[in-house]
Nanobody, 120 residues
């Protein structure tokens, strides 16, 4: 069994910064690509950033230049550094990872999410 737990969310003013973390834990597993997604009330879930096992990153235009995704493979941890936050960034942020555990196929795993609220 594998668990993904996000942390670091909270309330910040527009223009502020937050750093989110995602810790993957379990008995035995392998991780490939990872990513951050977000969902605001009444809106579709959207991709925020992805990072490959080798560290290649991708961002949509909405966050490019403001957010930075990174990972520490030795700690099984992924991060999202957010700067110049806008009210439009308010959402629940979810950690996602492509993971294989013994006796099971590769699958997408999700955390429970952490709330980010940006006030104006």
């Amino acid at each position: 069994q594998v668990q993904l737990v996000e942390s670091g969310g909270g309330l910040v003013q527009a223009g502020g910064s937050l750093r989110l973390s995602c810790l993957v834990s379990g008995i035995s597993f392998s991780i490939n690509a990872m990513g951050w997604y977000r969902q605001a009330p009444g809106k579709q879930r959207e991709l925020v950033a992805t990072i490959s096992n080798a560290g290649t990153t991708n961002y949509p235009d909405s966050v490019k230049g403001r957010f930075t995704i990174s990972r520490d493979n030795a700690k099984n941890t992924m991060y999202l550094q957010m700067h110049s936050l806008k009210p439009e960034d308010t959402a629940v942020y979810y950690c996602n990872a492509y993971i294989k555990i013994p006796w099971r196929d590769w699958n997408d795993y999700w955390g429970q999410g952490t709330q980010v609220t940006v006030s104006s």
